[in-house]
């Protein structure tokens, strides 16, 4: 991943006859805001993903295609930004009460990181000027360029897209909460963009506490990003599990009064910050796309990273 030559190829293939050609949505046409900025070309890549029922049974497997760019960072390290198609979506879930109500959002088109940021993407950035705060060139506690930056803050990752924001001339931040889950979901009105629950095989997270009725597994500390193989259907990799990921928004107790365009809810709230999608370390319910927690922003944990995205408009 770290790797341009290798974002470039390394193309994963799937030869089972069984597999449909055709599961992700169809993606607008998109184009990023700022005048002046690089022009960039166009890729497209395809992807794999599940579908599992609620005994963590495999019972369909599709290919997908979707468009990406990629942000060249130097040093042979390179960001992949995935096209997000603008689209409204059931935000929220019943169980909870911090997940209510349910409420429908817009989300316009966006681009977000195909893979949480990773050590070695974290490093060339962290080596740049300085905006507001100096960033350690090696925080996490697992070490590997492949594996996802951890033990990073809020205040951290927020300085991270501003460094990353000034080099490029392009808008790079956090995800707000609803368009973390948008994105999470793709599509899906499940408790997981693969269905019913997760398992191990394709989610890292402690098998020990599995969802429902889905087998135990393992629980494995942090994995490469991407490496279990299956994207959701935006083609976004590791979305649930492997580490919890920051959000720009404030924490509120329920989603009374929250934002139903997709923009970051920051009023009103405490200082704490919200993080989606569970962890190598979390229980199956944690990972859900609805589940949320929270933290505060100078927090910095061994199973905390975060993905970055970009805003886009339509043609």
């Known amino acids: 991943m770290n790797g341009l030559k290798k974002l470039l190829g390394d193309k994963k293939k799937v030869d089972d006859p069984k597999v449909s050609q055709s599961s992700s949505p169809p993606a607008p046409h998109v184009t990023l805001i700022p005048p002046g900025s690089t022009v960039l070309a166009w890729q497209t890549f395809e992807f794999t ?35 997000i198609p603008g689209g409204s979506f ?21 681009f977000m990181g195909k893979y949480a940021v990773t050590q070695a993407q974290w490093r060339v950035v ?34 991270f897209c501003a460094r990353l924001a000034q080099k490029t001339n392009r808008p790079y931040r956090l ?81 009374e009064g929250a934002p139903i365009d997709g923009s970051a809810w920051v009023r009103n709230g405490d200082t704490h910050r919200i993080i989606r999608g569970g962890s190598w370390s979390s229980s199956g319910y944690s990972c859900r796309a609805a589940y949320r927690n929270v933290k505060e922003p100078g927090n910095r944990f061994y199973f905390l990273g975060f993905r970055v995205v970009v805003s886009a408009m339509t043609k």
């Open 175 to 255: 995800p707000s909460e609803s368009e973390w889950e948008y994105a999470c979901r793709a599509g899906t009105t499940t408790p997981f963009a693969f269905g019913e629950t997760i398992t191990t095989e394709f989610v890292n997270y402690d098998g020990k506490l599995p969802y429902g009725k889905a087998p135990k597994g393992e629980c494995r500390g942090t994995v490469p990003v991407g490496s279990l193989g299956v994207a959701n259907a935006f083609g976004l990799y590791d979305m649930h599990g492997n580490v919890w990921e920051w959000c720009q928004d404030v924490w509120h107790n329920n989603y």
């Open 49 to 83: 993903t599940v579908t599992l029922n609620v005994r963590g049974r495999e019972i369909e497997r599709r290919k997908g295609q979707a468009r990406y760019f990629i942000e060249d960072l130097g040093s042979g390290v390179a960001l992949e930004m995935v096209e």
């Open 126 to 159: 962290a080596g740049w000027q300085e905006v507001k705060r100096k960033l350690d060139l090696a925080p996490s506690f697992a070490k590997g360029d492949d594996l996802p930056v951890e033990k990073v803050s809020w205040e951290d990752a927020i300085e």
């Open 90 to 110: 059931l935000m929220g879930d019943v169980p909870a009460v911090n997940e209510k109500p349910q409420h429908q959002v817009a989300v316009p088109p966006f």
